[in-house]
T-cell receptor, first 111, second 111 residues
Framework: AQTIHQWPVAEIKAVGSPLSLGCTIK??????LYWYWQATGGTLQQLFY??????VESVVQLNLSASRPKDDQFILSTEKLLLSHSGFYLC??????????FGHGTKLSVL | DAKTTQPDSMESTEGETVHLPCSHA???????IYWYRQVPLQGPEYVTH???QNTTNSMAFLAIASDRKSSTLILPHVSLRDAAVYHC????????????FGTGTRLQVLP
């Protein structure tokens, strides 16, 4: 069975500081990977997806970037955080004809 | 933009059967109807999905209209643990990796 591990569980960061969030998938080779963001009380917004190592497609621009350095790893980052980056970040996996599996998420507070 | 329309909120009492509607008037022939539910600060949890036929599992019954332009998630004998935001989304069986969530229906369950 596949598992999704996100880290960290929560972060409190200052405006203008860098950020790196990670996601690791185990139990599935060549997974399709997704990053989602959810503002407090808001809807889930898909940010990026990746179908293979080294390839990332942007869906919504939020001054964030993503990378796929390994088959089982997906990284979300920025060099300068904005207040608007606060929220809940979710990593997910699932082929187009399968259900999506989500990680437990990272709660980010930007102060 | 989300291709589904759901009521913002619904209320029920423990033990009742709940019918959650979803409209998807522009659904394509290769799009499956997926239902997820989400509680605060957790990733969405898969509930069920279907293409054309009604489906049932341990969590819910999915009724799909014959023209596929609407569906209803039926939750029998709800408990307090069923309180969540329920999302109805469409996902094509072809190779598409953009998965759009709407605002969903917030189900409140009263004791």
């Amino acid at each position: 069975a596949q598992t999704i591990h996100q880290w960290p569980v929560a972060e409190i960061k200052a405006v203008g500081s860098p950020l790196s969030l990670g996601c690791t998938i185990k139990g599935k080779s060549s997974p399709n990977l997704y990053w989602y963001w959810q503002a407090t009380g808001g809807t889930l917004q898909q940010l990026f997806y990746s179908i293979t190592v080294g390839q990332v497609e942007s869906v919504v621009q939020l001054n964030l970037s993503a990378s796929r350095p390994k088959d089982d790893q997906f990284i979300l980052s920025t060099e300068k955080l904005l207040l608007s980056h606060s929220g809940f970040y979710l990593c997910a996996t699932g082929q187009p004809n399968e259900r999506l599996f989500f990680g437990h998420g990272t709660k980010l507070s930007v102060l | 933009d989300a291709k589904t329309t759901q009521p913002d909120s619904m209320e029920s009492t423990e033990g009742e059967t709940v019918h959650l509607p979803c409209s998807h008037a522009t659904i394509s022939g290769n799009e499956y109807i997926y239902w997820y539910r989400q509680v605060p600060l957790q990733g969405p949890e898969y509930v069920t999905h279907g293409l054309q036929q009604n489906t049932t599992n341990s969590m819910a019954f999915l009724a799909i209209a014959s023209d596929r332009k609407s569906s209803t998630l039926i939750l029998p004998h709800v408990s307090l643990r069923d309180a969540a935001v329920y999302h109805c989304i469409l996902r094509a069986s072809s190779n598409t990796n953009k998965v759009v969530f709407g605002t969903g229906t917030r189900l409140q369950v009263l004791p």
